[in-house]
């Protein structure tokens, strides 16, 4: 993790925000001991109101300030809501189903961060030999449990059987060898924390499972699609958790405990374990698969509540469907009523007898226009025209033009049009002039401005010695 990620983590993340918070021993305390040491599930308002009330009264009576008011001088009720806020993040608050009391509930960071915290203190006792023992027994667990060769894994299975019958034949001998009280106590020590780490898991799953839910309710109510791209959406969630590692490992350990042979044992092992002289046992471990059971149990409920909500869908979908259809029906109803003992005449009213009904074969084919013979030739003229007035039309090459502009002007500049005929002058009288004002070419364009004007002279080219003036808007041409 960088800076950043740490960053985020002491800005967002509940667990650290409890441990920067000014009443972080109240609520490691309260929550801690009501919620964690206690394997307490949803509470009531009213239940958890009345505990955290008389550990106020305790400690507001030891504890004053130095002008002697209470330390904590808020009232329970307003401390549950404040650690249930979003922004804080330590209790979930919700209404159960068929409740309308508030319940609430510790969240995972919370547990992570009172777990921490308990781990502060110092130990008299660290066990290290079970530890590894452990360590070992899984990573033969590992090796053999995926070896896929027959022969080495039948060598291994011989090994074992070969130990066990060494250890009968000793104990048959009398030689019965005894764990001493330090390796008791190392082992006590581990089941204890494994056990206790089991029922934090547990809500580190159900928090999962219920962020699973609440992302479906959101869809199912933001949903206006077809209802069997929603169900194959959610149900490949729900799939998709049941299918990954967590799911899978979660799966596992409910079957587990609902095998009646496992618990029988379980609880045999651990009524004899509490038993013995030599360990501290804890009162908690003894029932602790009780524990678990019921935070097992708490996990799947969660899980029971998506499968509700895809059948409360399911069953409101088809209640509207059947609202509508009645709808129609009583519709029906209601206009049969109001017409009745009315004349009515059946059938529909059209403005026409018939239908003009044509079948495709009733339309023609395709016929080939007739030709149209034109007779050019003319035989007498009723004028005499000068036909010579074909032959004498004026043009004018625009693209002379242009180069006379762009031998004048460099690129990305412009000029008058009356500068530009000063260089050249104009030849072929107003109709150069007009080639000039429609030029529009690559890099060469023309720009009109009506508020202005400019006055062209130029030469006639019937009459050269005769001057003509042009009076026009002000050109401007341009080369880009």
């Given amino acids: 993790m960088d800076f950043d990620a740490f960053g985020s983590l002491w800005d967002r993340h509940p667990a650290w925000r409890l441990l920067r918070a000014h009443n972080s021993p109240l609520i490691l305390t309260f929550l801690g001991n009501f919620f964690v040491e206690g394997n307490r599930g949803a509470s009531s308002a009213s239940e958890l109101a009345g ?5 106020l009264y305790e400690l507001n009576g030891t504890s004053p300030t130095e002008d002697g008011q209470p330390r904590f001088p808020k009232e329970p009720r307003a ?9 804080a993040g330590f209790l979930r608050r919700f209404y159960p189903p068929g409740d309308d009391e508030v319940h609430y509930e510790v969240t995972p960071a919370l547990e992570k961060a ?12 660290v066990g290290t030999e079970s530890r590894l023992h452990t360590v070992v027994e899984l990573l033969r667990q590992i090796v053999h449990g995926t070896e896929a060769d027959p022969e080495i894994r039948l060598a291994e299975l011989r090994r074992r059987r070969a130990e066990i019958d060494a250890e009968i034949e000793a104990v048959e001998s009398g030689d019965v060898s005894v764990l001493d009280e330090t390796g008791v106590r190392d082992r006590y020590q581990q089941m204890s924390a494994t056990a206790r780490e089991l ?16 992302a479906a309710r959101e869809k199912i109510a933001s949903w206006d699609g077809p209802k069997g791209e929603l169900l194959a959406e959610l149900v490949g969630s729900r799939s998709e958790i049941a299918g990954s590692d967590q799911g899978r490992s979660f799966a596992s350990f409910y079957e587990f405990l609902l095998s009646d042979a496992r618990q029988a ?15 501290d046992a804890d009162r908690r471990i003894r029932g602790i698969h009780h524990d678990w059971s019921e935070a097992a149990d708490r996990t799947q409920r969660t899980v029971r509540q998506i499968s509700e909500q895809l059948r409360r869908f399911l069953d409101d979908q088809v209640w509207l469907e059947n609202r509508r259809v009645l709808d129609l029906v009583r519709s029906v109803e209601a206009t049969a009523l109001e017409i009745r003992g009315r004349e009515t005449r059946f059938g529909l009213e059209v403005d026409q007898p018939g239908i003009e009904i044509v ?9 080939q226009p007739a030709a149209v013979t034109v007779e050019s030739t003319i035989d007498e003229t009723t004028e005499q025209v000068d036909a010579d007035l074909l032959f004498t039309q004026t043009f004018v090459d625009q693209a002379r033009l242009a180069a006379n502009i762009r031998a004048i002007l460099p690129e990305r500049s412009s000029a008058l049009l009356s500068d530009v ?10 109709a150069e002039i007009v080639g000039y004002l429609a030029l529009n070419d690559d890099d060469v364009s023309v720009d009109i401005d009506d508020t202005d004007e400019t006055l062209l002279e130029y030469p006639d080219p019937d009459d050269p010695e005769t001057t003509k003036r042009a009076r ?4 401007t041409v341009r080369r880009r």
């Fill in 265 to 279: 044992e379980l609880s045999d092992l651990l009524a004899t374990v509490s038993s013995l002289d030599i360990v």
């Fill in 421 to 430: 005929i000063d260089m050249y002058p104009i030849e072929q009288g107003a």
């Fill in 199 to 214: 029922l934090s898991d547990f809500r580190e799953v159900e928090d999962n499972f219920r962020l699973l839910d609440r």
């Fill in 51 to 55: 505990a955290l009330d008389d550990l």
């Fill in 114 to 125: 009172y777990a921490w915290v308990v781990s502060l203190q110092g130990r008299s006792f």
């Fill in 79 to 87: 401390y549950l809501e404040d650690w249930a806020a979003t922004e």
């Fill in 472 to 475: 026009l808007p002000r050109v």
């Fill in 359 to 367: 079948l495709p074969f009733e339309r023609p084919l395709y016929q």
